[in-house]
């Protein structure tokens, strides 16, 4: 039997429907904080398996990272952001465990004068104090060498300003401001070696670099002879945007290569048939950022397929890079593995040249290669193969480096008059004791315009 509602009990459950319905949604977990949970994974990884190993190689009892508002350091990302006040401290302690010196397992991490809720939340900081906390911290620690970030080769391990330092000093006192060092070598040590998490969090930031890349050099974004170079940079600007990712280059560099060189780059030149399209570029995700290339031919009227001279030339530079892929492993020092790659591109009939310098020989592909450190900038600061990486040709190359694998090849193209096609390739990979490995699939071909 159905039993009639009063009116008012009716209106009563009219009343809490309606205020159910209006009940806000509860919020589900964004992509802001995604990415801060695996930046914080990351983190304490690498204080607990890499920080350890990089102080005692190099000898240093305590790291202290000195910043203030308005003057932060190049880590400052990387050592869990913050806010900072007047002035701020990152120390790290190796401490001995027994009187005889042995060290522990683990490095004590303690912040001066920095607030917010992702350095607390973080949970990998063992204290969090005030700056006037410093001296007595130090002096109860006894350290024998506090590394500093000031650095003669890597503009990433020089955060430390000449105020900086100088207040610093002050603060310690004798005798601890007669002990301090510099850490340049320290830093890349802690940055360049990599754990799992970080290799794939870069290869996931390599993979969407690649990605809008090859989108940029398609008919997608390009209508020739209406397409400029920078109206392409700054749609990949647009992506940038879009997606919340950053780069550590400026704009990205989008060219125009014919038979004198780079014609123009990034400007209001108009894309025509027949061009040769270059991009260089990369992304910034996670606090990892990529360094790459990418090629296309803008077909003319009646061509289903770049040129002849320009897939033979892309074919010469791919040659060049499987002979550095298979010849690039873990050496001593990166220049011991430069020498090797380059005795092994030589014996593959290629010619070494200095660069953008080919010779005039039209039977010879002519090299340059530079594979740098990559990861945390687009030119990264661990062990390098480049030559314009100097001070790194002589840090150890371990398994797990991260670099971009970089190289040049010229070679004579008939539809220039033989003048030489200098074809870039650039993609980021890991080393391992196999070689080099890819992290996403390496530039295959001249990508095509219609």
């Not at 607990?48 to 203030?68: E, G, S």
């Not at 900072?84 to 401290?89: E, L, Q, T």
């Not at 870069?202 to 920078?230: H, K, Q, Y």
């Not at 004791?433 to 071909?445: D, I, Q």
């Amino acid at each position: 039997m159905k039993v009639p509602c009063a009116p008012g009990l009716a209106a009563a459950g009219l009343a809490v429907a309606l205020a159910l319905s209006a009940a806000p949604t509860p919020v589900r977990a964004q992509e802001a904080r995604r990415r801060w949970e695996r930046s914080c994974q990351i983190r304490a990884e690498k204080f607990d398996l890499v920080l350890p190993k990089a102080m005692r190689d190099n000898h240093i009892d305590m790291w202290i990272v000195v910043m203030r508002e308005g003057l932060l350091d190049p880590l400052w990302e990387a050592l869990g952001r913050g806010y900072v006040g007047d002035w701020a401290y990152w120390v790290f302690t190796d401490h001995p465990s027994s009187a005889r010196g042995a060290r522990g397992t683990r490095v004590e991490r303690a912040v001066f004068g920095v607030e917010g809720y992702k350095p607390e939340q973080c949970g990998v900081y063992d204290h969090f104090g005030t700056p006037d906390e410093l001296a007595a911290w130090v002096r109860e620690r006894e350290p024998r060498r506090i590394g500093v970030d000031m650095a003669a080769s890597i503009g990433g391990a020089d955060g430390l300003s000449h105020t900086s330092y100088e207040h610093l000093r002050e603060v310690l006192g004798a005798p601890y401001a007669d002990r301090l060092v510099s850490a340049e070598k320290l830093v890349s040590d802690f940055r360049a070696t990599r754990t799992a998490t970080e290799i794939a969090a870069f290869a996931e930031a390599a993979e969407m670099s690649r990605e809008i890349a090859e989108r940029a050099f398609s008919n997608e974004v390009v209508t020739p002879g209406v397409t400029t170079l920078e109206d392409v940079a700054w749609w990949m600007e647009d992506q940038l945007l879009a997606r919340g990712l950053e780069s550590s280059f400026d704009m990205p560099s989008v060219y125009v290569t014919g038979p004198n060189g780079i014609e123009a780059t990034s400007t209001d030149r108009i894309i025509q048939r027949g061009n040769l399209l270059m991009i260089d570029w990369g992304v910034g995700y996670l606090d990892f950022y990529t360094d790459m290339k990418r090629i296309a031919y803008v077909l003319r009227e009646g061509e289903t397929e770049p040129p002849a001279g320009l897939r033979h030339a892309f074919d010469q530079a791919v040659k060049v890079r499987d002979v550095m892929k298979a010849s690039i492993r873990p050496a001593p020092t990166a220049q011991q593995a430069l020498d090797a790659t380059w005795k092994a591109i030589e014996a593959a009939g290629f010619d070494r040249i200095e660069f953008n310098r080919p010779s005039p020989d039209p039977d010879v592909t002519d090299v340059v290669i530079g594979p740098h450190s990559v990861g945390n900038w687009g030119h990264g600061i661990g062990p390098s193969l480049a030559f314009f990486n100097p001070t790194r040709l002589g840090y150890e190359l371990r398994p797990g480096t991260l670099i971009s694998v970089e190289l040049f090849a010229y070679t004579a193209n008939p539809d220039w008059g033989g003048r030489k096609v200098r074809i870039p390739l650039e993609d980021d990979a890991v080393v391992t004791e196999r070689g080099v490995e890819w992290l996403y699939p390496a530039n295959r071909g001249i990508l095509v315009i219609r």
